[in-house]
């Protein structure tokens, strides 16, 4: 089983970039799609992208498609997300997550990932 750990979060003034990552450990990474979520508070967990095993594939959430860059390097057993634009909307405890044979069309669900990371907290001033 794989374990994950997020972090690169922090405070950022709106308009402004973070960069987060997601190390894991435990098992083959490559053999994992790979997805990141995030959660506000008082809101239900949402999808925000997720990238296939080797990396060929990726889909984001339309809320974040041309601001958010998902990535990864199987060499490192690490999963990025680059976050450019931000703003006070995309404050939230974001968390990488780790899914293993559902199929592709099920990525933007929560339930479909087996693993998820503690979190780490992105927070968007005005």
């Known amino acids: 089983q794989v374990q994950l750990v997020e972090s690169g979060g922090g405070l950022v003034q709106a308009g402004g970039a973070l960069n987060l990552t997601c190390v894991g450990s435990?098992?083959?990474?490559?053999?994992?799609?790979m997805g990141w979520f995030r959660q506000a508070p008082g809101k239900e967990r949402e999808f925000v992208a997720v990238?296939?095993?080797?990396?060929?594939?990726?889909y984001y959430a339309d809320s974040v498609k041309g601001r958010f860059t998902i990535s990864r390097d199987n060499a490192k057993e690490t999963v990025y997300l680059q976050m450019t634009s931000l703003n006070v909307e995309d404050t939230a405890v974001y968390y990488c997550?780790?899914?293993?044979?559902?199929?592709?069309?099920?990525?933007?669900?929560?339930?479909?990932?087996?693993?998820w990371g503690q979190g780490t907290q992105v927070t968007v001033s005005s």
């Open positions: 435990g098992s083959t990474l490559s053999h994992w799609k």
């Open positions: 997550a780790a899914e293993l044979n559902d199929p592709w069309s099920q990525a933007h669900h929560a339930s479909a990932y087996d693993v």
């Open positions: 990238i296939s095993g080797r990396g060929a594939l990726t």
